[in-house]
């Protein structure tokens, strides 16, 4: 059975470019995507993913707050931060371990390999 990922951006086109690139993988599918944190986490406890892709920058809640709140109620799901600030993230991450890791939405090829990493098939 596949793996299920939940994905929160604000940006649609973000959104659609993370479903085209789960489409294409057999072991991974979005369960389901969310347009800001508050809703992730909604959305997280309707259907207990196995990974989570969190956009920092949100609207209603960041992604860091919501990466809190979702550390709380479900602490083994990883939390993957896909951000356009990658750089000030890692400074993030070394304070914050809410977030299992910081993928830059510069090089978003890479971002499969964490998913991998994170929640192996």
């Known amino acids: ?6 994905v929160a951006d604000d940006n649609p086109m973000i959104r659609k470019m993370l479903c085209q690139l789960f489409e294409v993988e057999e072991d991974y ?5 969310a347009e800001n ?4 986490i909604d959305l997280a406890l309707k259907h207990r993913p196995d990974l ?3 956009d ?3 609207p209603v809640l960041t992604g860091l707050e919501a990466a ?12 993957i931060l896909f951000t356009q600030h990658a750089n000030a993230g890692i ?8 977030v299992d890791r910081i993928v830059s939405k510069g090089d978003p ?3 499969m390999e964490h998913v991998r990493s994170l929640a192996p098939a």
């Open 1 to 6: 059975m596949a793996k299920q990922v939940l």
């Open 29 to 33: 599918d979005i369960c389901a995507e």
């Open 37 to 40: 944190g508050q809703e992730a």
């Open 52 to 54: 989570i892709i969190l």
């Open 56 to 58: 920092l920058a949100m």
């Open 68 to 79: 809190r709140q979702l550390k709380r109620i479900m602490p083994d799901v990883p939390i």
């Open 91 to 98: 400074t993030v991450l070394q304070t914050d371990a809410n």
């Open 109 to 111: 090829r890479s971002l």
